[in-house]
């Protein structure tokens, strides 16, 4: 009997999840589906810029388990671009990464899923209802806040 497979963690879950090629019918086309999961590893990586270390530590896989779903995303989305197949995002084994917030009034500790579109200035604590809610977990760095600085990787590389 195989093993089950991991869930790995995510961060981000698209609004759109159909993308084709202009003027041609979707139920024309072939589809190339890209999982969740597939997904996450490309926005990492080459969205963030990330070192692939960095990218297995966030989603919470091993090195060689990342490298395998980056090279089956970017393997899928070359087949589309270069086919012209439509790409279907969807499915997969994942688990929605959790922001965790502590209220400043009452010490409350809350967790709210990334992808809500609530950041901490915008949130109140569910327990007391005051808007004093800071951020805690050690993960999550916002823009301006990240731990390498402005110029030092990612999108500025130079």
Same mark, same amino acid.
């Given at each position: 009997? +195989?093993?089950? +497979?991991?869930?790995?963690? #995510?961060?981000?879950?698209?609004? =759109?999840? &159909?993308?084709?090629?202009?003027? #041609?019918?979707?139920?024309?086309?072939?589809?190339? =589906?890209?999982?969740?999961?597939?997904?996450?590893?490309?926005?990492?990586?080459?969205?963030?810029?990330?070192?692939?270390?960095? !990218?297995?530590?966030?989603? %919470? =896989?091993?090195?060689?388990?990342? %490298?395998? &779903?980056?090279?089956?995303?970017?393997?899928? &989305?070359?087949?589309?671009? &270069?086919?012209?197949?439509?790409?279907? #995002?969807?499915?997969? $084994?994942?688990?929605?990464?959790?922001?965790?917030?502590? !209220?400043?009034?009452?010490?409350?500790?809350?967790? =709210?899923?990334?992808?809500?579109?609530?950041?901490?200035?915008?949130?109140? !604590? +569910? %327990? !007391?209802?005051?808007? %004093?809610?800071?951020?805690?977990?050690?993960?999550?760095?916002?823009?301006? $806040?990240?731990?390498?600085?402005?110029?030092?990787?990612?999108? $500025?590389?130079?």
């Amino acid at each position: 009997m +195989p093993r089950p +497979p991991k869930f790995r963690r #995510v961060e981000f879950l698209p609004e =759109v999840t &159909v993308f084709k090629p202009a003027g #041609v019918p979707l139920r024309e086309l072939e589809e190339e =589906v890209l999982t969740i999961e597939e997904l996450e590893a490309l926005r990492l990586k080459d969205l963030e810029g990330l070192e692939q270390e960095d !990218c297995a530590e966030r989603m %919470q =896989v091993s090195r060689p388990t990342f %490298q395998r &779903v980056l090279v089956s995303a970017r393997g899928k &989305v070359a087949r589309a671009l &270069v086919g012209g197949k439509a790409i279907r #995002v969807e499915g997969g $084994n994942y688990r929605l990464a959790a922001r965790r917030f502590q !209220c400043r009034a009452c010490s409350h500790e809350f967790e =709210v899923p990334f992808g809500t579109g609530q950041r901490g200035i915008e949130m109140v !604590c +569910p %327990q !007391c209802g005051a808007q %004093q809610v800071h951020r805690i977990d050690q993960d999550g760095h916002g823009f301006g $806040n990240m731990p390498w600085g402005r110029h030092g990787r990612g999108w $500025n590389r130079g």
